[in-house]
C-alpha cells in the first residue's frame, strides 16, 4: 500500500453540482443548458383608463362648483370695482357689453344680450340718459334675490356711477353662479350638472 494513500472513511462524496443538460435530437450528445434559456413572462401593466361610472358606463367628471348663499346681501360694494379688473375695463370702454350681459340673465333669456346692446346704445346716443333703462334691470335684481335698496337709490346711483353699477350688478350675477359670456341658457345647464359624455370603452378594447 502506498503511503501516500489514505483510508476511505465510509462516507459518500458529495457530487460537483452540474448544470443541466439538454439533448440535441440530431447528436444525440446532452448540451448544457443556459441559465438564459428560458424566458422569463412578466406581467404587462394595464393601459390606465379614466374612471367609470359602473352603472352607465360613462366616465365620471366632478360636479361644477355651488353658488354661494349670501342672504340677500350684496356680495361686493359699489366701489370694487377691481375685484374684476377685465370687466372694470370693458365697462369703462364699453358699457353697453357689460350691461347687456347683465339684462339677458335678469329677463331670465327671454330676450337676447344683442336686442339689449342696441337699445343701450341707441338710448346713449339719442337721448345721453342711458342710466334710466339700465336702472330698471337694477330694480328687477334686487327684486329677484331680495337685494336692498329702493328705485330711487338706484336711479341715483345709476346717474352719478354707471359704469361702477354695472360693474357691481356683473359680479353679484357671477358670485351666484351665472356663466355672464355664455348667457341665461348655458348657465340654466351648467347649474342642472347636464354634461354630455362619449361613453367610457373598457380598456382592452380597441376600434
Same mark, same amino acid.
Given at each position: 500500500?502506498?503511503?501516500?494513500?489514505?483510508?476511505?472513511?465510509?462516507?459518500?462524496?458529495?457530487?460537483?453540482?452540474?448544470?443541466?443538460?439538454?439533448?440535441?435530437?440530431?447528436?444525440?450528445?446532452?448540451?448544457?443548458?443556459?441559465?438564459?434559456?428560458?424566458?422569463?413572462?412578466?406581467?404587462?401593466?394595464?393601459?390606465?383608463?379614466?374612471?367609470?361610472?359602473?352603472?352607465?358606463?360613462?366616465?365620471?367628471?366632478?360636479?361644477?362648483?355651488?353658488?354661494?348663499?349670501?342672504?340677500?346681501?350684496?356680495?361686493?360694494?359699489?366701489?370694487?370695482?377691481?375685484?374684476?379688473? $377685465?370687466?372694470?375695463?370693458?365697462?369703462?370702454? @364699453?358699457?353697453?357689453?357689460?350691461?347687456?350681459?347683465?339684462?339677458?340673465?335678469?329677463?331670465?333669456? $327671454?330676450?337676447?344680450?344683442?336686442?339689449?346692446?342696441?337699445?343701450?346704445?341707441?338710448?346713449?346716443?339719442?337721448?345721453?340718459?342711458?342710466?334710466?333703462?339700465?336702472?330698471?334691470?337694477?330694480?328687477?335684481?334686487?327684486?329677484?334675490?331680495?337685494?336692498?335698496?329702493?328705485?330711487? @337709490?338706484?336711479?341715483?346711483?345709476?346717474?352719478?356711477?354707471?359704469? @361702477?353699477?354695472?360693474?357691481?350688478?356683473?359680479?353679484?350675477?357671477?358670485?351666484?353662479?351665472?356663466?355672464?359670456?355664455?348667457?341665461?341658457?348655458?348657465?340654466?345647464?351648467?347649474?342642472?350638472?347636464?354634461?354630455?359624455?362619449?361613453?367610457?370603452?373598457?380598456?382592452?378594447?380597441?376600434?
Amino acid at each position: 500500500m502506498s503511503e501516500h494513500s489514505q483510508p476511505s472513511s465510509g462516507q459518500p462524496t458529495p457530487a460537483s453540482a452540474s448544470p443541466p443538460r439538454s439533448y440535441s435530437h440530431s447528436s444525440g450528445q446532452p448540451t448544457p443548458a443556459s441559465p438564459c434559456s428560458q424566458s422569463s413572462v412578466q406581467p404587462t401593466p394595464a393601459s390606465a383608463s379614466p374612471p367609470c361610472n359602473q352603472s352607465s358606463g360613462q366616465p365620471t367628471s366632478p360636479p361644477p362648483p355651488q353658488p354661494k348663499n349670501y342672504d340677500g346681501q350684496w356680495s361686493t360694494g359699489v366701489c370694487d370695482c377691481m375685484d374684476n379688473v $377685465t370687466n372694470c375695463c370693458i365697462t369703462l370702454w @364699453c358699457p353697453c357689453i357689460t350691461f347687456e350681459q347683465i339684462a339677458e340673465i335678469v329677463d331670465e333669456g $327671454t330676450t337676447s344680450c344683442e336686442v339689449h346692446a342696441v337699445l343701450y346704445t341707441l338710448v346713449l346716443l339719442v337721448t345721453g340718459c342711458q342710466c334710466i333703462y339700465s336702472c330698471i334691470y337694477r330694480s328687477k335684481m334686487r327684486k329677484q334675490y331680495m337685494l336692498p335698496g329702493d328705485p330711487f @337709490c338706484d336711479c341715483l346711483l345709476h346717474l352719478f356711477c354707471e359704469s @361702477c353699477v354695472l360693474c357691481q350688478e356683473y359680479r353679484e350675477l357671477k358670485n351666484r353662479g351665472f356663466d355672464m359670456w355664455h348667457g341665461w341658457h348655458e348657465s340654466m345647464v351648467r347649474k342642472n350638472n347636464v354634461v354630455l359624455t362619449p361613453p367610457c370603452a373598457p380598456a382592452g378594447m380597441k376600434r
